[in-house]
């Protein structure tokens, strides 16, 4: 897999043609195979970056919030071999796409998609029932902006009836006393985070995510613990990419050597 040098984002590997609306893709150097629109919304560096930032270990359990087609839950299965990961998606087809995906991995029998929606989730998600919790909610606030044209970008990107208040509640729900929630999202946004976190996660830590060394952060990882009253702290985050545009060293290890990002 080769790595796109502006944009962010990853460069799939395309695998089928060009008159095909689904493509299969892959992600950390051809481990992950990944299913996804050739349309509308597409995974980027976004849902790798948050699945090595949780420090999920064997015999855990993880809820990906919003998994769309599946980036983060598979990169982290792939990546802790002994954790198992359920999905909560509202789109059906995104939904199928995950489904299909962890079909295509072997990783069926550790990861699971349900269809439904956070603010009225299905039965068989337990509150406090998980050991950690991911996400990677809407960056736009429903009165922010014009939401892109395509139905998938525009549920991927812009809140719908849920907001962001919404998707850290519903993670602080169902991870488990002491178990960690850990979110990635836009640095402006920062502290709309925080006060949705404020007085039910502790030990929080904010890893700012460099697009270039001496340039502002776009995004932030936001990694907190359910019940712990330890204080904040700003981490020393991640340099994205060289000046000459390529991705650092440190960007290479976790985006296609699969390594754990430790916050």
């Known amino acids: 897999m080769t790595l796109v040098k502006s944009g962010e984002e990853v460069a799939l590997e395309k695998l089928t043609t060009t008159n095909d609306p689904i493509t299969r893709d892959t992600l950390l150097d051809g481990r992950v195979t990944l299913f996804q629109p050739k ?114 970008k525009a549920a991927a990107h812009v809140e719908g009836a849920a907001g962001l208040e919404d998707w ?34 502790g030990e929080i830590v904010i890893f700012p995510l460099w697009p270039v060394a001496g340039r502002a952060a776009k995004r932030v990882l936001v990694q907190g613990r359910k019940g712990i009253a330890t204080p904040p702290t700003l981490a020393a985050g991640l340099v994205l990419h060289e000046t000459g545009g390529s991705y650092t060293e440190e960007a290479d290890a976790v985006l296609l050597r699969g390594e754990a990002l430790n916050l």
């Open 39 to 152: 349309d509308g919304y597409r995974a980027a560096i976004d849902p790798v970056l948050l699945a090595a930032a949780v420090p999920a270990r064997d015999g855990q359990r993880v809820l990906d919030l919003g998994t769309g087609t599946g980036a983060a839950a598979l990169c982290l299965a792939a990546r802790v071999s002994g954790a198992s990961v359920t999905g909560l998606e509202l789109q059906a087809e995104a939904a199928r796409l995950a489904i299909m995906s962890a079909q295509e991995n072997g990783l069926a029998g550790r990861v699971e998609v349900l269809r439904g929606d956070l603010l009225a989730p299905p039965r068989e998600l337990v509150p406090g029932s998980f050991d950690h919790v991911m996400a990677n909610p809407p960056f736009q606030s429903a009165d922010h902006g014009h939401p892109p044209p395509e139905d998938t």
């Open 168 to 201: 850290i509640g519903a993670a602080i729900k169902f991870v488990r006393p002491k178990g960690g929630v850990t979110l990635v999202h836009r640095a402006d946004r920062l502290d709309s985070l925080l006060a949705a976190m404020q007085g039910r996660l």
